[in-house]
């Protein structure tokens, strides 16, 4: 008896999502279908002009955004930041470097850091 190696496929979210890309910024046929753990790969590898376009210059999804601006994820909600942003909305946001902005930061390094001294405290022991 041979078992029948079955294709591993996900979501259209979950890769876009694996991708790092904004999913209503993808073509159709990419937000319609099942992709497979192949065609993840082949997209990873040799990604195609869209998939680097959305990856240059977006929409780019929160994590994204969240990681560009160096505030986590619950910082851009506090700043009332829901929606998918450009590179270039991005960049304004950077270089205005409004309050909201610089308090974020500090909480990030805030919490960088305790989870620094945690991670340390058992190795101290």
């Known amino acids: 008896m041979t078992s029948r190696k ?14 790092g890309v904004y999913l209503e910024a993808t073509p159709a046929e990419f ?5 497979s ?3 993840l790969n082949a997209l990873q590898a040799s990604p195609p002009e869209w998939l680097r376009e959305l990856r240059r210059n977006g929409p780019h999804p929160r994590q994204v955004i969240a990681t560009r601006l160096g505030v986590s994820i619950s910082g851009l909600a506090r700043a009332g930041v829901t929606d998918a942003l ?3 909305q991005i960049n304004e946001i950077r270089d205005a470097n409004p309050d909201w902005l610089v308090r974020e930061r500090e909480t990030q390094a ?3 850091a305790e989870e620094a001294r945690l991670k340390e405290r058992p190795a101290a022991k």
């Open 37 to 39: 753990r192949d065609e």
């Open 31 to 35: 937000q319609e279908g099942a992709v």
């Open 110 to 112: 805030e919490v960088r």
């Open 86 to 88: 450009t590179t270039e």
């Open 6 to 19: 079955t294709v591993q496929t996900m979501k259209p979210a979950t890769a876009a999502k694996k991708l």
